[in-house]
């Protein structure tokens, strides 16, 4: 069976620092990876997805980036974080026309 | 292009009366459709979902959901609320390109 993992579980930076978010899926090969984020009191946006290695497409524009450097890793990345950086990060995978899931998914404090 | 909509913001219900969460959906063609929770400070989880079978769907925990093409609806149904089931809920879709599509969550709030 597949499973997904997110690291760090919770997360606290200062404004300005690096941010390196990792995304793992076991059991299934050449997946379709998403990044959402949920900021405080709002629904979950959709940030990055990827469908396959190096391949990289943005939803929305941010100081935030993403790689895939595996089949099966999905990094986030920030080179100075923000404070509206502050949110709830998840990881997703998908096999169309199969579904996945969702990873437990990262707290990030901003300060 | 595809959307979501949760009718309600914030539904609350007494303890072991019934609860209707209501999600509707656009798309041009037949989607995947999905109910997560989302429990304070808790990832989500996926309570039922529907991939073009049978139309009614049950899920764990008691909640089932029922898919009408005529109406584009996937309202979130349970007989008889706990405690427990208080928590955020998500209607969840999936895009052509197989991204998922989220409403923006109920609210759900249980009286003792």
């Known amino acids: 069976s597949q499973t997904i993992h997110q690291w760090p579980a919770t997360l606290v930076q200062p404004v300005g620092s690096p941010l390196s978010l990792e995304c793992t899926v076991e059991?299934?090969?050449?997946?379709?990876l998403y990044w959402y984020r949920q900021a405080a009191g709002r629904g979950l946006q959709l940030l990055f997805y990827?469908?396959?290695?190096?391949?990289i497409s943005s939803e929305v524009p941010q100081n935030l980036s993403a790689s895939r450097p595996q089949d099966r890793q999905f990094i986030l990345s920030s080179k100075k974080l923000l404070l509206s950086d502050s949110g709830f990060y998840l990881c997703?995978?998908?096999?169309?026309?199969?579904?996945?899931?969702f990873g437990p998914g990262t707290r990030l404090l901003v300060l | 292009a595809q959307s979501v909509t949760q009718l309600d913001s914030h539904v609350s219900v007494s303890e072991g009366t019934p609860v209707l969460l209501r999600c509707n959906y656009s798309?041009?063609?037949?989607?995947?459709l999905f109910w997560y929770v989302q429990h304070p400070n808790k990832g989500l989880q996926l309570l039922l979902k529907?991939?073009?079978?049978?139309?009614l769907v049950k899920g764990i925990n008691g909640f089932e959901a029922e898919f009408k093409k005529s109406e584009t609806s996937f309202h979130l149904t349970k007989p008889s609320a706990h405690m427990s089931d208080a928590a955020e809920y998500f209607c969840?879709?999936?895009?052509?390109?197989?991204?998922?599509?989220f409403g923006t969550g109920t609210r759900l709030k249980v009286l003792a």
């Open positions: 997703a995978w998908s096999v169309p026309p199969l579904t996945g899931d």
């Open positions: 059991g299934t090969s050449n997946p379709n």
């Open positions: 990827s469908v396959g290695i190096g391949q």
């Open positions: 798309s041009s063609y037949s989607p995947s």
């Open positions: 529907y991939t073009s079978a049978a139309t």
């Open positions: 969840v879709a999936t895009s052509g390109t197989y991204k998922y599509i």
